[in-house]
Nanobody, 127 residues
């Protein structure tokens, strides 16, 4: 069983940047889809972006387009979420998740279509 482990969450001022990392224990990220989700206090889980096994990327929400970039480095067995121009509304716990295979095209999988979830890393954007 794969276990995603997130890191990189921090307290950052509005307009700042963070890079979140996701490593997979118990196996390799090769051939799998990687997704990033977030959950703000008192709100439901929201998709951020996904990346296919071949490197195709798609954002879930218009609010992160142009600011967040998902990537992967299979040689390091790591996926990343680069977050720029952070806003207070980006404050949330960010989760990395893995889907076995890449059975989607242009539209990211729904949350229930992922197989393995990490524990999350907290991002707080505040002045």
């Amino acid at each position: 069983q794969l276990q995603p482990v997130e890191s990189g969450g921090d307290l950052v001022q509005p307009g700042g940047s963070l890079r979140l990392s996701c490593t997979a224990s118990g196996g390799t990220l090769d051939y799998h889809t990687i997704g990033w989700f977030r959950q703000a206090p008192g709100k439901e889980r929201e998709g951020v972006a996904c990346i296919s096994s071949s490197g195709d990327t798609t954002p879930y929400a218009d609010s992160v387009k142009g600011r967040f970039t998902i990537s992967r480095d299979d040689a390091e067995n790591t996926a990343y979420l680069q977050m720029n121009n952070l806003k207070p509304e980006d404050t949330a716990v960010y989760y990395c998740t893995i889907q076995r295979g890449s059975n989607w095209y242009k539209t990211c999988p729904q949350w229930y279509e992922y197989d393995y979830w990490g524990q999350g890393t907290e991002v707080t954007v505040s002045s």
